[in-house]
């Protein structure tokens, strides 16, 4: 067709009628289509013309049905030519020439800006005659597609625009201003399209594609116009929202909403925390004022976005892909930033409530509708260093325990993989849900201690109270416990087990109170047989080294055995006596039992205690637990100790002490034997006499002198407790007995432990206040300005003043990167009490004896190891044949240490040697004393 007939083809038809365009319609149409395509959609003003004349005279006569067949199909494509065109010629103009004084250039970029605003609003037209209440996607198939990428590319264009014109931006503002309108206005047409569209026969590969063609691209628009307009993205997030639901059944296996989800994750991030620097933050002065209509708002905006995340993963939450993370990451950042988290910023309680309200009562929905999901499992359970000091423990425990609430509800094989998770290969293995929250547990130490608080469960009539972390997190795992299927039984008892001897003091904790639960609220026969249970493995226990495990282990017996009943109290008895059993007894002590059984186990203890420190040879495990119980008995039960037994006690520590005095350096064992007597000395200082006293004081005083335990210090603090109501009776020994608990109280009240230091303060001023022997207590303090000036601010209860401010979080973290510093750094060495033959195998997964030991011990272990080394050899000089018969010795066990290494020992000779070597410990044992032989 001729360029004049073109033209009088456009004119022609913009002067017809309505019943004109009706009458013609069926032969102008195609003719005009095919000179479209014909023109090969090049971006001229008859082009164009001809393009709006289809749009707004021809289209409108045709009925919504025929409109994909005999106008979208070709028109579409021809748009979306026409607008590519338009940008190619604009962007190579711009980069050719930026001059504004060129007019061509000038009048070419707006001549075709005003073509792209045409095909805006051709493709606005063509929606428009498209709609009616409900529209069939086969009638319109390709208009919505053509729609959001040309949508895509108007706002692609404006954005960028400052960029593409620089300089001459100004000269095409107004022009750019327009595009953007008509953008938004194809954006409403074309999302109130997608509203009503609906697919009345069967569905076809076809249309699937289609709309999730349409969603993609709907988000890539999303992402273009989120710096431009925060109610455009509201927009084209709710028709996503929209298309994604309406057509669920559809969309849900073939619709990949995880970069939705993470754009969502990522807006909903950066706004929130950009909420908290609106509220006043001390680094972003210029908004220290706040605005309260724009908090307002952005809240309102999250909000929103928050509801269109969990109405995605309601509806695909079995199709997500990597965005898990993501989610998770989100609800841990809400978490950390609001309170009772440490790390919370500062809200009012009006924001507070607002915040709480639109976001943060979305994360128990998210979780739910997660629930099932493996990644978050993986995310919530992964198996992470346990050094990791990180902000984000706290609320993940958070969502671990909202899970524990939901699991109960849930089918048995969402509740089988929380709790028993199969790890198969992956990189990161997993926990049960029970072991990741007593892992985080362990991270929240500085949590619990400080301690964080939160809202209580809520108790019908009463008025909702605050708990601590630690409370918090009992009450949900006690509340688990009573809904655990019998099928997991073994699984809460292991894990239980295993956190009660682990080497986390808080996680021991909480696993023995839930482990009371348990047993308080199960059947009388379930407490039984655990008790049992629990009593064989302590009796397999008992010569371990580690002895934390084992005083785990008793606490938490001497608290079950209370719960057991009656009859069941006496048949443990019956299978463990105290004649047989005295070390079990005494750890769990008789309190535990019934009164009239446990005043027999006591009485019977008594006397296999005052037995064992009356006899002449004895093992010093059995002695260190006598003189436990007799410590405690005297203490606690004194009317059960008669006369007679008082006086073998006095006695054998006036023995003790003697044959201390004359003793050389000790060993760790013997330590822990001398601070246990010091202990037993106390709860009988008032039968003492005075020259005993002055014995066991020289005693103490020996020992101060070397390098001793924390633990030993603080025995000694609790001995010099029994001085303030303690009269020294006149004597010879009376003013070396003063001057001697001076000396030893002021070496306490030096100390640098701040632990001993305090516990000597506080014995210093119950004795300044009660003792009669006041001349004792400047010399306590004498020589030490610093001591003076502590002591009476101690005395008067005045608090500590330190030199800068003193905050509690960073003092509770410091100390707990110090002791994860102390337990990496220092080996874990101990010595064994005992020098019975052979040790029980243990074989229980969850029991460790290689579990460290606390730090104070450990530091203590490995200052004493060279000691322990050098004891090996004679610190003097020995005779000249006892040296040439040990360095004999020596070389001897060299040269035996070397042939067997290189080749088998024959029987022969094994026997031979054994026979040797006895002869030789039989002459050692020979010159050794009765407290050597107990090492």
């Known amino acids: 067709m001729s360029q004049k007939s073109y033209s009088n083809l456009v004119t022609e038809v913009c002067g017809w009628s309505k019943e004109t365009c009706l009458k013609n319609v069926e032969t102008t149409l195609p003719s005009a289509l095919n000179i479209l395509e014909d023109s090969l959609y090049k971006p001229t003003a008859d082009n164009i013309g001809l393009l709006k004349v289809i749009c707004h005279s021809l289209l409108p006569c045709l009925p919504c049905q025929e409109l994909e067949e005999k106008v979208f199909r070709k028109l579409c494509p021809a748009m979306m030519n026409f607008i590519h065109n338009i940008l190619d010629i604009i962007d190579s103009n711009l980069t050719d020439q930026r001059n504004e004084t060129d007019l061509d250039v000038k009048a070419l970029l707006s001549e075709h800006l005003e073509y792209f605003i045409n095909v805006n609003q051709c493709v606005d037209q063509c929606i428009k005659c498209a709609m009616s209440v409900s529209v069939d996607l086969s009638w319109v198939q390709s208009l919505p597609g053509c729609a ?79 710096s431009l307009d925060i109610k455009l993205v509201i927009s084209l997030l709710r028709g996503i929202s929209r298309l994604s639901s309406q057509h669920l059944s559809l969309l849900q296996d073939r619709l990949d909403v995880s970069p939705i989800i993470k754009y969502l994750c990522h807006e909903i991030g950066q706004g929130y925390e950009y909420l908290f620097e609106l509220c006043g933050g001390t680094q ?63 809200l009012s309680e009006k924001q507070m409530a607002s915040v709480k309200l639109l976001l943060i009562n979305a994360t128990a929905p998210i979780v739910s509708h997660l629930i099932t999901n493996k990644a978050l499992r993986r995310e919530l359970t992964s198996n992470h260093s346990a050094d990791d000091l990180s902000e984000d423990n706290f609320p993940k425990l958070i969502l671990q325990l909202m899970v524990l609430d939901m699991l109960p509800k849930f ?10 998770p199969v790890n198969y290969q992956e990189n990161v293995p997993t926990l049960s849900l029970l072991a990741a929250i007593f892992h985080s547990v362990q991270m929240c130490e500085v949590e619990m201690r400080y301690p964080v608080m939160l809202a209580g469960v809520v108790v019908a009539g009463k008025p909702q109270r605050q708990v601590s972390l630690y409370e918090h997190v009992a009450t949900h795992l006690c509340g688990f416990i009573g809904a655990c299927p019998a099928r997991h039984f073994s699984l809460l008892e292991s894990t239980l087990l295993e956190h009660v001897l682990g080497r986390s003091t808080l996680s021991s904790l909480l696993a023995a109170d839930c482990w009371c639960f348990l047993a308080r609220y199960g059947t009388a026969n379930l407490c039984r047989d655990q008790v049992q ?22 606490s938490l017996l001497h608290r079950l055995i209370k719960l057991m009943a009656r009859d069941h109290q006496n048949c443990l008895v019956e299978m463990f006596p105290p004649e047989e059993e005295p070390m079990l007894w005494v750890a769990v002590t008789p309190n535990c039992l019934h ?87 106390g709860s009988v200082l008032q039968q003492l006499s005075t020259k005993s006293i002055l014995q066991v004081l020289v005693v103490i005083q020996k020992c101060l002198e070397e390098k001793i335990s924390l633990s030993f210090c603080l025995s000694v603090v609790h001995f010099l407790v029994k001085f303030s109501k303690c009269k020294i009776e ?55 300005q610093w001591l003076q000036q502590r002591v009476e601010r101690f005395l008067n209860k005045c608090p500590h003043k330190p030199a800068k401010q003193f905050d509690l979080v960073t003092f509770l973290r410091s100390n707990l990167i110090e002791a994860s510093r102390i337990k990496t750094d220092t080996a874990c060495t101990s010595e064994t009490l005992n020098q019975e033959k052979g040790m029980f195998a243990i074989e229980l997964e969850h029991i460790r004896d290689t579990e460290s030991e606390p730090p104070t011990k450990k530091i203590k272990l490995k200052n004493t190891s060279d000691e322990n080394d050098t004891e090996k050899f004679p610190k003097q000089m020995l005779p000249s044949s006892q040296q040439f018969l040990l360095q004999r010795i020596i070389s001897l066990a060299d040269d035996l240490e070397k042939e067997s290494s290189q080749s088998t020992l024959t029987p022969e000779f094994v026997d031979s040697a054994k026979l040797a070597v006895a002869r030789i410990n039989e002459c050692l044992v020979l010159n050794q004393s009765w407290f050597d032989s107990l090492s």
């Not at 009345?200 to 063609?213: R, W």
């Not at 908004?287 to 695909?316: E, H, I, N, P």
């Not at 009593?535 to 008793?554: A, G, H």
Request: hydrophobic share 45%.
């Open 533 to 554: 249970g629990l009593v064989k493995l302590y009796l397999q226990l008992k010569n371990t080294s580690n002895k934390t495990v084992l005083f785990r282990l008793e």
């Open 148 to 226: 959001v990428h040309v949508l895509l590319q108007a706002y692609k264009h404006c954005k960028t625009s400052s960029q593409l014109y620089g300089e001459i931006l100004n000269l095409f503002s107004e022009q750019l201003s327009i595009l953007f309108k008509t953008a938004h206005a194809l954006q409403t047409s074309l999302l109130g399209l997608l509203d009503n569209v609906c697919i009345t026969g069967a569905p076809l590969e076809e249309h699937v594609s289609i709309l999730c063609s349409v969603c993609t691209t709907l988000y890539e628009v999303c992402c273009v116009v989120s």
């Open 595 to 681: 009164e009239n059984l446990g005043h027999d186990v006591r009485n019977k203890l008594l006397q296999w205690s005052v037995n064992v420190v009356n006899s002449s040879s004895v093992k010093l495990s059995h002695l260190l637990t006598a003189l436990d119980f007799l410590t405690n008995v005297v203490s606690n039960s004194p009317s059960q100790c008669s006369p007679t037994h008082q006086e073998l006690i006095v006695h054998f520590v006036n023995q003790m002490s003697i044959q201390l005095q004359v003793h050389c350096a000790l060993t760790h064992s013997q330590e822990i034997l001398v601070a246990k007597l010091v202990l037993l000395a």
């Open 284 to 346: 972003t002065e210029s908004l220290s004022q706040g605005d309260d209509k724009t908090f307002d708002k952005l809240v309102k905006v999250l909000g929103f976005q928050m509801k269109v995340m969990v109405a995605l993963l309601r509806d695909y939450s079995k199709y997500l892909d990597n965005c898990e993370k993501n989610v998770v990451d989100l609800l841990l950042c809400f978490h950390r930033l609001l309170p009772p988290s440490l790390s919370a910023k500062s």
């Open 730 to 784: 006149p004597c010879f020994e009376q003013s070396q007995v003063l001057e001697k608990l001076s000396k030893v109280f002021h070496h306490m009240l030096s100390h640098p432990s701040a632990l001993v230091h305090h516990a000597a303060l506080s014995a210093f001023a119950d004795f300044a206040s009660h003792t009669i022997h006041e001349t004792a207590i400047p010399a306590c303090i004498q020589g030490e």
């Open 411 to 420: 089918e048995a094989d969402v509740f089988d993989s929380w709790l028993a």
